[in-house]
């Protein structure tokens, strides 16, 4: 059983948006430090944006790259995890995954356990 599930995916026009969604299974998201990355073929994972535990330090982290376009959220009670993705741009376009892990310091791929399969994001221009 995928202890992650992506959702929200799908194909935008460049300036639009999406809300992507990480529902969790057998566990409480609330409780894992949870990350956003995205990969596209031939290239590494490249981690997003990460939102800490409730169990550490509040902290929130965006890649450059993303910082005053992609917003990273919880809600407690569904048990969820968003990614409001606005203003796209034809480079966003990728496979977004989510993860859960205990805690994160750098938003790397190696922090996380917990993997979704992933959710296909596409930017036309």
């Known amino acids: 059983q995928v202890p992650l599930v992506e959702s929200g995916g799908g194909l935008v026009q460049s300036g639009g948006s999406l809300r992507l969604s990480c529902a969790a299974t057998?566990?409480?998201?609330?409780?894992?430090?949870v990350g956003w990355f995205r990969q596209v073929p031939g290239k590494e994972r490249e981690g997003i944006s990460c939102?800490?535990?409730?169990?550490?330090?509040?902290?929130?982290f965006y890649v450059d790259s993303v910082k005053g376009r992609f917003t990273i959220s919880k809600d407690k009670v569904k048990n969820m995890v968003y990614l409001q993705m606005d203003n796209l741009r034809p480079e966003d376009t990728a496979v977004y995954f989510c993860?859960?892990?205990?805690?994160?310091?750098?938003?790397?791929?190696?922090?996380?356990?917990?993997w979704g399969q992933g959710t296909q994001v596409t930017v036309s221009s």
């Open positions: 057998g566990f409480i998201l609330d409780y894992y430090a």
């Open positions: 939102i800490s535990s409730s169990e550490a330090d509040f902290s929130i």
């Open positions: 993860a859960a892990g205990a805690f994160y310091r750098h938003c790397l791929s190696a922090e996380f356990g917990y």
